[in-house]
């Protein structure tokens, strides 16, 4: 059986190969623009898998939700490079009209890859995680009678995570009051994200995780050498990540650019789905694993960091290529992107308040996205006349998605206040160093 599972490992490790060898090598700049999808994809499918196993390995000797949000910021680490260089683009050419578009890009692929992760990634997951094969073996899914009334449960154990990204959504919706992205997002959200790895670090590690695969042959290994491996495959699935989704997602682009599609369009949407692939997969896998709850948790845990670490850190970047403190601005079209992408995160949130997605809200919430979406494309290629502008359509979905939060929020009130009551004991856990004691209430 180990022979097997040893196996899988040089496989995935095999997988990666050809890319970093061309990149180590230089060969890989030299491709086409189809090769270099096929073979950086190809390494950042192995990657993904080498990924997960780490932190799978990892929850052995750190909390999981640790383990999940270090996984969650790798597999993220590539939306962080694209993001960075239009920023740092448009401090460093301040002042004129390739800056401002940088800034705007800046802001336009940060929205989109936050959308395109609840959008797909929340609904996709849970549709896949209730009609994969198998799924009547995981505890997690819910069959019940009804039309699309099947659901997923969330373990009560993600209270902090989803009550942390209520706090961020929160905030972002005071984003575009401002001069752009400043220090005080900055403060605020980085602030708010180092808080909670904090509490997070305070659990401890959940030994009843009952691995299978990989991750059981790789927990076998003695510490420190089990530390070792772990960290290794961090650091080797983190580099194989790190640098083929640029060039990835920049290939996608040239694709189709080939086909008429308008490159701002591109930026938006197609890199955001290119550098967001490596996550997905992760959460699959773990899907596949009947680990829902863990899929999950990574998905938010991902939707934290991006709505938190990457808005905060912007101005950073952009402040160091400036020379100076500078807001990153951007124009009134960023704005409205900003406020749609704040309201998606809260009517997802919404649905999920209480602990779970059924396949009516996983479809609802997918819907919703991608008809905003293809009408926005539709209407850039002339396909279609609206009668409102791009920003106010943008608007009308906002309005959309506040007021379906509202009357969700407002109909599961109860599960608003226990969600506030199981953050408050999980912090004052942590704070007073009981970690042994379960502050989150059962249902």
Known sequence: MNTRKLGMLVVATILTLPWLGGWLSGAAHGLGALSTVAVAGIGILGASFLLTWGAETAEKDVPRAFAIAVLAVLAVAPEYAVDALYAWQAGVQAGTPAGAEAGNLAVANMTGANRILIGIGWAGVALYTVFRSGSDQDAAVQDRAGFL???????????????????????????????????????????????????VLRGEPEEHVEHVGVPAMLGKIPNPFRALTVITLFAFSGLIIFTAVEPFAHSLELLGQDVGVPSFFMIQWIAPLASE??????????????????????????????????????????????????????????????????????????????????????VGLFLLFISQVVLEFLALREVVHLPVTEIQLLHMFTATYVLLALGLFAARREALVQLVRDTRGIIASAVHGNPEENPVADD
């Open 149 to 199: 009334t099947d659901a997923v449960s969330l373990d009560r154990d993600i209270s902090l995570e989803i009550a942390f990204l209520l706090a961020a959504t929160t905030w972002a919706f005071l984003v575009p009051l401002g001069p752009g992205i400043d220090i005080f997002d900055m403060a605020f959200l980085v602030g708010l994200y180092v808080l909670y790895i904090g509490v």
């Open 277 to 362: 692939s490596p996550e997905l997969i992760v959460v699959v896998v773990l899907v596949r694993k009947a680990r829902s709850t863990a899929g999950f948790n990574a998905l938010i845990s991902s939707k934290l960091n991006q709505w938190t670490l990457l808005i905060g850190t912007l101005v950073i970047v952009h402040s160091i290529a400036l020379g100076e403190y500078g807001a990153l601005a951007f124009d009134a079209k960023q704005e409205a992107e900003i406020w749609i992408t704040a309201a998606q995160s809260l009517f997802a949130l919404a649905l999920i308040i209480n602990f779970e997605i059924d396949v009516r809200e996983a």
